[in-house]
Structure formats: structure tokens, C-alpha cells
T-cell receptor, first 112, second 113 residues
Framework: SQTIHQWPATLVQPVGSPLSLECTVE??????LYWYRQAAGRGLQLLFY??????ISSEVPQNLSASRPQDRQFILSSKKLLLSDSGFYLC???????????FGNGTRLTVT | AQSVTQLDSQVPVFEEAPVELRCNYS??????LFWYVQYPNQGLQLLLK??????LVKGINGFEAEFNKSQTSFHLRKPSVHISDTAEYFC???????????FGAGTRLTVKP
């Protein structure tokens, strides 16, 4: 069966520091991969999605970037964090077509 | 691009009462529709999905939803809720031949004893 791993679970970083969040998927090949952000009390904002290695679609211009160095690995990065980057970050994967997204357990990021 | 509107940000109900969480979507093409549930500090769990066929779909935990194409709605229902149903519920839409999925702002369901 397929599983998705996302880490760390919680992270506290100072303003201006770099960020790297990692997500890996097991048990499937060539999945679509996604990064969402959920601000406190708000819905999910799609940040990036990828349909293959090295293919990244950015939905919102911002302080973040994403990379997909391997088929089942998706990384969310920032060179310098802002206070507004605080939130709950969720990684997800899906197959093609009408397949639903399957989510990781999320990373709670607090920028201080 | 597709979009989703969840009409109620909060829905308080008493235990064993019925509940309906409303969702409307906007898209110029055919869509797939989903409902997810999120418990505190966790990821989202799929409740049910509509891909094609019967417009009434049944999911886990006794939930069901009905796709209404003319009203572009996909409302979630449960005939009798439990305390354990207290959570955040998200409606989502994905267009045919499109890789991204858009979510509504969520509805906070609170079940009171």
C-alpha cells in the first residue's frame, strides 16, 4: 500500500533563517505531488504541484520554492523565512485523473 | 480555473441531530468532487468522492453527498451525528484533465452533547 511521510512534524524558526521541508511517498510511481499551506482558521492554499521530476508549477508568487529531485520526493524550501510564512504545511500525492489526494500529517511551522 | 465555496464557516449541532454542510463549485468544464475531514493537527482524510455515475455517493463514517450539476453543488449530509464527528470539513474540486485540486475554506462542525 502507499504511504506518505512528511517531516518534521513541528518546527520553530527565526525570521530570516532558511527552510527545508521534505516529503516522500512509498508504494507508487510517478505520482502527482503537492504542497499546500493552511493558515490558522483558514482553508488550504495550493502552493506548488509537480507532475514529474523537475516539473514544478507554482500557484502563488511568494517567498517559497519547491523541488522534485526524485520521483517520490518533494521538497519545500525558503532562503529567508518571513513571519507570514507561519502555518501548517501539508504534502499530498495523487494518481492521475480523478484520483483523490492523499495527505501527510503536516508540518506546523512557526516563524518567530 | 475551478473554485469552491463552503457556505458555512461554522455549524453547531446537537448529538444525534442531522447535519448538512453546504458546498458550491464553479468550473467551465466537468469536475471531480471530494469531501475531506481534518482533525486537530492532522492531515486531511478522504470522506467520499464523486467521479461519475450515481449522483448520491456514500462515504466513511455514515456520511453521504449529492452532486447537483444544475446547481453546481455537492452538499455533505449525515442523518445522525456523534460527538466524534467534531472536526473541520473541506470540500474540494478537481477539473478533468487538470492536475491541481482546489479546496473550500472549510466548515467547522461542532457536535454538542
Amino acid at each position: 500500500s502507499q504511504t506518505i511521510h512528511q517531516w518534521p512534524a513541528t518546527l520553530v524558526q527565526p525570521v530570516g533563517s532558511p527552510l527545508s521541508l521534505e516529503c516522500t511517498v512509498e508504494g507508487t510511481s510517478n505520482p502527482n505531488l503537492y504542497w499546500y499551506r493552511q493558515a490558522a482558521g483558514r482553508g488550504l492554499q495550493l502552493l506548488f504541484y509537480s507532475v514529474g521530476i523537475g516539473q514544478i508549477s507554482s500557484e502563488v508568487p511568494q517567498n517559497l520554492s519547491a523541488s522534485r529531485p526524485q520521483d517520490r520526493q518533494f521538497i519545500l524550501s525558503s532562503k529567508k523565512l518571513l513571519l507570514s510564512d507561519s502555518g501548517f504545511y501539508l504534502c499530498a500525492w495523487s494518481d492521475r485523473g480523478g484520483s483523490p489526494l492523499h495527505f501527510g500529517n503536516g508540518t506546523r511551522l512557526t516563524v518567530t | 480555473a475551478q473554485s469552491v465555496t463552503q457556505l458555512d464557516s461554522q455549524v453547531p449541532v446537537f448529538e444525534e441531530a442531522p447535519v448538512e454542510l453546504r458546498c458550491n463549485y464553479s468550473s467551465s468544464v466537468s469536475v471531480y468532487l471530494f469531501w475531506y475531514v481534518q482533525y486537530p493537527n492532522q492531515g486531511l482524510q478522504l470522506l467520499l468522492k464523486y467521479l461519475s455515475g450515481s449522483t448520491l455517493v456514500k462515504g466513511i463514517n455514515g456520511f453521504e453527498a449529492e452532486f447537483n450539476k444544475s446547481q453546481t453543488s455537492f452538499h455533505l449530509r449525515k442523518p445522525s451525528v456523534h460527538i466524534s464527528d467534531t472536526a473541520e470539513y473541506f470540500c474540494a474540486v478537481r477539473e478533468y484533465n487538470n492536475n491541481d485540486m482546489r479546496f473550500g475554506a472549510g466548515t467547522r462542525l461542532t457536535v454538542k452533547p
